[in-house]
């Protein structure tokens, strides 16, 4: 079976802090997608990143960075000099290769305190 | 350019009652997919069109629950006979194409509350 895990519920940080948001996984398949979605306090969910399991290359997009390691089924999400606008609720989403049906945790809220 | 709509964005019903909720993909865009997402939960698949046909309803809880996208472009989830546990956000999704490799654009989401 299939399955996200986001152990952290909730974060609090203060302005200008590092941090991590940790993500889980478990599949079976060798060829699988990862994703990361932020959701606003608006309610949309935005798109942040997608990732093969054939990659395992650290990404990097502004104060945001990746780290993706099948060796531990992580793929971690880290913010850098957090600001206020990051406040949110993060998903991390797994699809298997020929799958459309995305997994997804049950996300990290992220506050960021000024 | 516009992304995904769903109307309404609130709807308020009494059990019971039939609901319809709207979503309008992104132009262009061949796979349309309903989530539904629980309070403190991550969105959790309903049913997903290839163009107008349905692929996929594995995820619909029962047979109230039904979808449609009769022109391969705006798609209707109806839920019949509501009861309050169907209360929750429910989401669409439109991708370019099936494959996983195109990200699927989420649209705002309606919030249903079943009294």
């Known amino acids: 079976a299939q399955k996200v895990t986001q152990a952290q519920t909730e974060i609090s940080v203060v302005e200008k802090e590092d941090v991590t948001l940790d993500c889980v996984y478990e599949?079976?398949?060798?060829?699988?997608?990862l994703f990361w979605y932020k959701q606003p306090p608006s309610g949309e969910l935005v798109f942040l990143i997608r990732?093969?399991?054939?990659?395992?290359q650290n990404e990097i997009s502004g104060r945001y960075s990746w780290n993706f390691q099948k060796s531990t089924s992580s793929f971690n999400f880290t913010i850098t000099a957090s600001q206020v606008v990051d406040s949110a609720v993060y998903f991390c989403?797994?699809?298997?290769?020929?799958?459309?049906?995305?997994?997804f945790g049950t996300g990290t809220r992220l506050k960021v305190l000024a | 350019g516009a992304g995904v709509s769903q109307s309404p964005r609130y709807k308020v019903t009494k059990r019971g009652q039939d609901v319809a909720l709207r979503c309008d993909p992104i132009?262009?865009?061949?796979?349309l997919y309903w989530y539904r997402q629980a309070l403190g939960q991550g969105p959790e698949f309903l049913t997903y069109?290839?163009?107008?046909?349905?692929?996929?309803k594995s995820g619909l809880p029962n047979d109230r629950f039904s979808a449609e996208r009769p022109e391969g472009s705006i798609s209707t989830l109806t839920i019949q006979r509501t009861e309050q546990r169907d209360s929750a956000m429910y989401r669409c999704?439109?991708?370019?194409?099936?494959?996983?490799?195109?990200?699927?654009?989420f649209g705002p989401g309606t919030r249903l509350t079943v009294l």
């Open positions: 999704a439109s991708s370019l194409t099936a494959s996983v490799y195109n990200e699927q654009f």
């Open positions: 599949t079976r398949d060798t060829t699988y997608y």
């Open positions: 990732r093969n399991s054939f990659d395992e």
């Open positions: 989403a797994l699809a298997s290769s020929g799958t459309y049906k995305y997994i």
């Open positions: 132009s262009g865009h061949v796979s």
């Open positions: 069109f290839n163009y107008e046909a349905q692929q996929d």
